[in-house]
């Protein structure tokens, strides 16, 4: 079993920065896929980017690729996305997910889940 803990969501402007924080307990997280997802109301769950733990490589929506960042501390197994140049579009409960397996965009992949944290981005 893994548990994830979400933090660091709030309301913020456009063009402002926010890091999202996501504690990993329960057991190592070597080989696992570590994922960001993101829902607005009304929509769908939409992958925002993932990381292998223990493997250098990250991989991103094309929707945030250049603006949004990926990293990890594996001494706290936090997982952490850094979101720069912030959109109203961005507005959204912000997630992160597990999988023992190696996947990517698909959230059904994905086995494990935090409560999420809402992030607000005001125009």
């Known amino acids: 079993q893994v548990q994830l803990v979400e933090s660091g969501g709030g309301l913020v402007q456009a063009g402002d920065s926010l890091r999202l924080s996501c504690a990993a307990s329960?057991?190592?997280?070597?080989?696992?896929?570590l994922g960001w997802f993101r829902q607005a109301p009304g929509k769908e769950r939409e992958f925002v980017g993932r990381?292998?733990?223990?493997?250098?490589?990250?991989y991103y929506a094309d929707s945030v690729k250049g603006r949004f960042i990926i990293s990890r501390d594996n001494a706290k197994n936090t997982l952490y996305l850094q979101m720069n140049s912030l959109k109203p579009e961005d507005t959204a409960v912000y997630y992160c997910?597990?999988?023992?397996?190696?996947?990517?965009?698909?959230?059904?992949?994905?086995?494990?889940w935090g409560q999420g944290t809402q992030v607000t981005v005001s125009s």
């Open positions: 997910a597990a999988s023992r397996s190696i996947t990517s965009v698909s959230a059904s992949s994905y086995d494990y």
């Open positions: 329960g057991r190592t997280l070597n080989g696992y896929t």
């Open positions: 990381i292998i733990w223990g493997i250098v490589g990250t």
